[in-house]
């Protein structure tokens, strides 16, 4: 699968040109050398996991009009473009389909390791220094504040609630960053998930402190 890996990593990158920061080709290569990592210590397809990292942000919904089905349907067509047996296809797809954290709570049981790799490498690369430089970056190109001392978290969103919200970005630590860590599936993103925890919360006190000169 050499070289179709190789041309997925083109065409990923040609599809994500001028993407928002925190979405673009760096943060799949990221996510990519992450599940590489994540996926040396389970057993797994790694065709899938590779495939399913690289292309599992190819189409965002956020900036899409909210299309759920264009990733898979572009997905799909360059999987086949590329000859990759129809069963390596349905397990990634299943990946891109059910990765997201908005998502959370219609994922079906009993998931595959391949999703559960790829979902934890993506996770790590919402927390930590990565994570908070990505999310400010995100509420700077949403025009939110970074904080409001008045404008409390909202725990509990629901699905469409979460995909609307445009409250502060250190919201945003509260409604999903902190959660991650208690989220991950695999012992070593619950590892590396845990250093990364510990960083964002020592930014978060650094943070208030700042903001509350005396
Ligand atoms: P997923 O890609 O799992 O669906 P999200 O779309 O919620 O996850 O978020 C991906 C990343 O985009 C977050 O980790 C964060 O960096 C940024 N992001 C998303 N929503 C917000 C927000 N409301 N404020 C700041 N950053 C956000
Ligand atoms: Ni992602």
């Known amino acids: 699968?050499?070289?179709?890996?190789?041309?997925?990593?083109?065409?990923?990158?040609k599809q994500l040109e001028g993407a928002?920061?925190?979405h673009d080709w760096f943060h799949i290569e990221r996510v990519w050398k992450l599940s590489k990592k994540i996926a040396a210590a389970e057993e797994?397809?790694?065709?899938?996991?590779?495939?399913?990292?690289?292309?599992?942000?190819?189409?965002?919904p956020k900036f899409h009009d909210g299309d759920e089905t264009l990733?898979?349907?572009?997905?799909?067509?360059?999987?086949?473009?590329?000859?990759?047996?129809?069963?390596?296809?349905?397990?990634?797809l299943f990946v891109i389909k059910n990765i997201s954290f908005k998502n959370r709570g219609e994922v079906p049981e009993n998931l595959p390791i391949e999703l559960k790799i790829v979902q934890d490498a993506d996770r790590i690369d919402a927390i930590g220094?990565?994570?908070i430089a990505r999310t400010f970056n995100f509420g700077g190109f949403?025009?939110?504040?970074?904080?409001?001392?008045d404008i409390e978290p909202k725990l509990r969103m629901s699905k469409d609630e979460y995909k609307k919200s445009n409250g502060t970005t250190i919201?945003?630590?509260?409604?999903?960053?902190?959660?991650?860590?208690?989220?991950?599936?695999?012992?070593e993103g619950k590892k590396i998930a845990?250093?990364?925890?510990?960083?964002?919360l020592l930014f978060l006190d650094q943070f208030y402190k700042e903001w509350n000169v005396d």
């Open 194 to 200: 845990e250093e990364r925890h510990n960083y964002m």
């Open 71 to 92: 990733a898979l349907k572009i997905s799909r067509d360059f999987l086949e473009s590329q000859k990759v047996p129809e069963d390596v296809i349905l397990q990634v």
């Open 44 to 60: 797994c397809n790694q065709d899938v996991v590779e495939l399913a990292a690289l292309l599992h942000d190819i189409a965002d």
């Open 1 to 13: 699968m050499k070289s179709t890996i190789d041309n997925t990593v083109e065409f990923v990158k």
């Open 142 to 149: 949403k025009n939110n504040l970074m904080y409001h001392p």
């Open 20 to 22: 928002e920061a925190g």
């Open 129 to 131: 220094a990565i994570g």
């Open 171 to 187: 919201n945003h630590f509260y409604e999903k960053l902190l959660l991650l860590k208690d989220l991950m599936n695999t012992d």
